[in-house]
C-alpha cells in the first residue's frame, strides 16, 4: 500500500480508538483495521474496560479468513495475560503477514515485547505511522502508566476582562449554552472532575453530565478544613461516586460531619495537611492515582486553579471565553503572585477554536 492509503487505515484506527473514550479507563484507547487485498475485511476497538481488545474485536467482524493480511492497530498488541489473553498471540495463530503499529505501549508490561514476539513468529512489523496522533489521543494513560498520577486539564470559562467568577464567588454561568454542552462532553471522556470547597459553597454544582451521551465522571472534592455543607447537591443526588479530601486535622475536629458525609455515601479521605488545611498537590494527586484514577478535569474555582498552577502539576488548560464584562471579579490564577516576567507561566501547542460565541483556547503547560 502507499503511504497516504497506510495513513488513511491508521487514521481509521483512531477515528475507532476515540469510541472507546470514556469507558475503557484505566486501559489505553485502541483501535484495529485488517485489510485483504486493499480492502477492510474487519474492524474493531476496545469498548469497554474488562472487555475484548480491539484486536479480537476486528478479527471477530471479518466474514473471511485474515491469513495473510494487513493488520493496522492504533497501539501495540499486548503480550501478556491480563483480563483477556494476548492478542499477540490472536495475530499469529491466524498467520497475518504484517501489522503497522502506530505506538508502541508505554506500560513495561508491553514496551516492545509485542513487537519482538510478532517478529520472531515471521511476522513483519512496522512501528511509528501517525505516532504523535496516537500518544495525543491516549496522553492521559501515557502519563499515567509512566507516572502513577492523573493527567490534569484545568477547565475555566471566563469573562472578556479575564474574570472566572464575581466578587461574591458566583460563577454559574458565564459561558453559553454550547460551551455548557463541551464541558459535559469533557467530564463524560473523563475520569473525575474535581472542584475545591470554595466552588460547592458559592455554587452548589453537580458536576455530572447532563447535556451529552456518557456517564458522569466520579466528583473530587478538595475540603481541606471540611467546610463543604452537608446539604449540597451532589452530596445526596448519587449520580456518580463522591471522593472528598480533606485534611486529618479538620477530620478529627469534625469527626460528626465525616460520619455524616459517609453516611451519604461519600467517601471521606484523610490526607496530611498544613496547620491552615491546605493539602499539597503532590499529594493529593499521588492519592488520587492510587485508587486508578488516570485523568481529572480541575473546573475551579481561583484557589484550587492557582494551587495546582503553583505546583507544576497541571499538564492542560482548557479557557472558555465568554464576550461578556464581569468588572472587579477573580481571575483564574489570582493566588499566582510573580516578581518578574520570565518567572511567567507558559504554554505550548496553543489552539483556538469558536464554540458557540464563545472562544475555546488549549494549550499544554510547559515544565
Known sequence: ?????????MRRCLSLAAKG??????????????????????????????????????VRSAKTSIEGTEVYVSLEPCSHFGKTPPCVDLLIQNKVSKVYVSMLDPNPRVNGRGVRKLKRAGIKVEVGLLAEESRKLNEAFVKFISTGLPFVTLKAAQSLDGKIALNNGKSKYITSQ???????????????????????????????????KGRSPVRIVVDGRLRSPLGAKMFHDGASRVILYCSSYAARASARKVSALRKFGVEVNELKGHRDGRIAISTLLKSIGEIGITSVIVEGGTGIFSEFINSGAADRLLLFTAPLILGDGKGIADGLRLNELDRAVRLRDVTFSKIGVDELMTGYFIK
Open 1 to 9: 500500500m502507499t503511504t497516504s492509503r497506510n495513513e488513511e487505515m
Open 21 to 58: 473514550s470514556g469507558s475503557v479507563s484505566p486501559n489505553p484507547m485502541v483501535g484495529c483495521v485488517i485489510v485483504k487485498r486493499g480492502k477492510v475485511i474487519g474492524e474493531g476497538y476496545h469498548k469497554i474496560f474488562g472487555g475484548a481488545h480491539a484486536e479480537v474485536n476486528a
Open 178 to 212: 454550547a460551551s455548557l454542552k463541551a464541558v459535559h462532553g469533557l467530564r463524560a471522556s473523563s475520569d473525575a472532575v474535581l472542584v475545591g470547597a470554595g466552588t460547592v459553597i458559592a455554587d452548589d454544582p453537580s458536576l455530572t453530565v447532563r447535556l451529552a
